[in-house]
């Protein structure tokens, strides 16, 4: 059974702090992918991931890094967390080849920033 | 123009009925398609692939179009436990993001 792990459900942050937001998945995909998801706006791309060290920008990087140092490991750093940032952040995994093969979710990270 | 548009919904429909949502994709390209599911507060999961051909998995039936390039999902005898958001999702190629429309949001009524 797939599992992709965030480290935390809730997080409270406040404004200007660096936050680490973490995601790890134990079926050995290629790909691991942060997305935001808030009202209205549907999921958007933070950034991906094709392979360890490797990372793409997806649709808004502005005021996010990323990290993957290990395969199974992906991880999401606000660098000085602002209240735009407050959403709630999910962490997916996917193998590489065959476009049919499912994307899995983690359970999500509810962060408010003040 | 929007990748993948759908329909925000709500559909509020009573249990038992038959309710319908569409989809559509810009990319003429894109090679596989799929419905997700995400209850409220939840993480999207995967409902259905969609073939070409059609396909159907118990109530659920998924139709793909691609000369017009909509894909539909159609639920029979809805149960309150449909209730979700429907995410309509395309992938261009394999190692490609995939691309998630906004979602349809459905509310089955007692």
């Known amino acids: 059974d797939v599992k992709v792990t965030q480290s935390s459900r809730y997080l409270v942050k406040r404004t200007g702090e660096k936050v680490f937001l973490e995601c790890v998945q134990d079926?050995?995909?290629?790909?691991m992918f942060w997305y935001r998801q808030d009202p209205g706006l549907g999921l958007r791309l933070i950034y991906f991931s094709y392979d360890v060290k490797m990372k793409e920008k997806g649709d808004i990087p502005e005021g996010y890094s990323v990290s993957r140092e290990k395969k199974e490991r992906f991880s999401l750093i606000l660098e000085s967390a602002s209240t735009n940032q407050t959403s709630m952040y999910l962490c997916?995994?996917?193998?590489?080849?065959?476009?049919?093969?499912?994307?899995?979710f983690g359970p999500g990270t509810r962060l408010t920033v003040t | 123009r929007k990748e993948v548009e759908q329909d925000p919904g709500p559909f509020n429909v009573p249990e038992g009925a038959t309710v319908a949502f569409n989809c559509t994709y810009s990319n003429s390209a894109s090679q596989s398609f799929f419905w997700y599911r995400q209850d409220c507060r939840k993480e999207p999961k995967l409902l259905m692939s969609?073939?070409?051909s059609g396909n159907e998995d118990g109530r659920f039936t998924a139709q793909l179009n691609r000369a017009s390039q909509y894909i539909s999902l159609l639920i029979r005898d809805s149960k309150l436990s449909d209730s979700a958001t429907y995410l309509c999702?395309?992938?261009?190629?394999?190692?490609?993001?995939?691309?998630f429309g906004k979602g349809t949001r459905l509310s089955v009524i007692a």
């Open positions: 969609v073939y070409s």
């Open positions: 999702v395309v992938n261009l190629a394999g190692n490609t993001p995939l691309v």
């Open positions: 997916a995994s996917r193998p590489s080849g065959t476009p049919t093969y499912e994307q899995y």
């Open positions: 079926m050995d995909h290629e790909n």
